[in-house]
């Protein structure tokens, strides 16, 4: 999917940003790094809790269907996909970092389906729990 991050949309905390940096390295991640460019970098210890961040557990209800879901943001390695564990390198990964509760989501299937799903709540985010190096 083609997407542009403004300025401002998204949040970052500075370990995220550093680790997904050295994750992409010399491939090719136009919509990570178009997100890495532009997003707002703040501390683990002051980002708010209702960003998502890298091993957020977050609830997502789909724009067309009202189905809710539970997905977790993982590194690439952890990503599990039947058991929720999203990567961060797939569309639906990198449409939800960054973003807030209430905020929408929007991504592209791998067969060009547009697909959105609005940020409903997070039931898990390391920083607000004080882990601050997961």
Not at 7 to 23: A, H, M, V, W
Not at 72 to 96: K, R
């Amino acid at each position: 999917m083609h997407a542009v991050v403004t300025p401002g949309e998204r949040t970052l905390t500075d370990l995220d940003y550093s680790r997904l940096t050295k994750l992409v390295g010399n491939r090719p991640a136009p919509l990570l790094d178009d997100l890495l460019a532009n997003a707002d970098i703040t501390s683990p210890r002051t980002v708010r809790a209702d960003v998502v961040t890298m091993n957020s557990r977050v609830e997502l209800v789909d724009s067309q269907t009202h189905r809710r879901q539970v997905l977790t943001l993982c590194y690439p390695q952890d990503a599990e996909p039947a058991a929720g564990f999203i990567s961060v390198l797939s569309p639906v990964g990198i449409s939800l970092l960054g973003l807030r509760v209430g905020d929408m989501a929007k991504w592209q299937t791998p067969h060009g389906e547009e697909c959105s799903a609005t940020i409903e709540n997070i039931q898990y985010q390391p920083e607000a729990t004080g882990d601050y190096l997961t």
